[in-house]
């Protein structure tokens, strides 16, 4: 889905690079599957229509949970995968 928008906040042009300001029109495409919109300035796309709305609703990206959230919680299950050495044992070292 592709629209034209006014920024509510300052971003970069995704195909030129050129930084676009507050308030200044932009083409927001939303491709399926993409969470982030991607953005194209009037110095790509051409002069915008008259009628822009005033606002992008840009969501901040939330980094998802590691699988263990501390070391300590990982160490017991290093430790369980290492197998057991029998020449230690039989040595009388562990």
């Not at 676009?20 to 399926?32: D, M, N, R, T």
């Not at 590691?66 to 020449?87: G, M, Q, S």
């Amino acid at each position: 889905m592709t629209q034209w928008y006014r920024l509510a906040v300052d971003v970069r042009c995704g195909l030129c690079g050129q930084p676009l300001a507050a308030g200044q029109s932009v083409k927001v495409l939303q491709v399926p599957g993409v969470k982030r919109p991607k953005f194209r300035g009037e110095c790509c796309e051409g002069q915008a229509p008259a009628d822009v709305p005033r606002k992008v609703d840009l969501t901040p990206f939330v980094p998802r949970p590691l699988p263990f959230a501390t070391f300590r919680e990982a160490v017991p299950a290093i430790v369980d995968a290492i197998p057991f050495d029998h020449k230690r044992a039989a040595a009388g070292k562990d």
